[in-house]
């Protein structure tokens, strides 16, 4: 099993930043990918971004350019450093590790979530 806690979250006028940083704990040996997703009222959880052990990053187009993730293996922990907010980046962010079982089966470890606003 895989704990996942997560911090950082709060409100934040549009143009702003935020960092949110999640610290893993338990088999975290096994964990493969890394990531943050979210989901704002209404709508279904989405991708963010992810982080591999090795480092390779995925970060979908709405995000690019403004969300960085970043990994340290040796504390266990992933971070989101979301810079240039826009109001539509509202939403509850849950930190996800992964863990491949095979090339198709794996299971996923979530976070309670932290809550992001971005208001003026």
């Known amino acids: 099993q895989v704990q996942l806690v997560e911090s950082g979250g709060g409100l934040v006028q549009p143009g702003g930043s935020l960092r949110l940083s999640c610290a893993a704990s338990?088999?975290?040996?096994?964990?493969?990918?890394m990531g943050w997703y979210r989901q704002a009222p209404g709508k279904q959880r989405e991708l963010v971004a992810t982080i591999d052990s090795g480092g390779t990053t995925n970060i979908v187009d709405s995000v690019k350019g403004r969300f960085t993730i970043s990994r340290d293996n040796a504390k266990n922990t992933v971070s989101l450093q979301m810079n240039s907010l826009k109001p539509e980046d509202t939403a509850v962010y849950y930190c996800?590790?992964?863990?491949?079982?095979?090339?198709?089966?794996?299971?996923?470890?979530w976070g309670q979530g932290t809550q992001v606003t971005v208001s003026s």
């Open positions: 996800n590790a992964r863990r491949f079982w095979t090339v198709r089966t794996y299971s996923d470890y």
């Open positions: 338990g088999s975290t040996f096994s964990i493969n990918v």
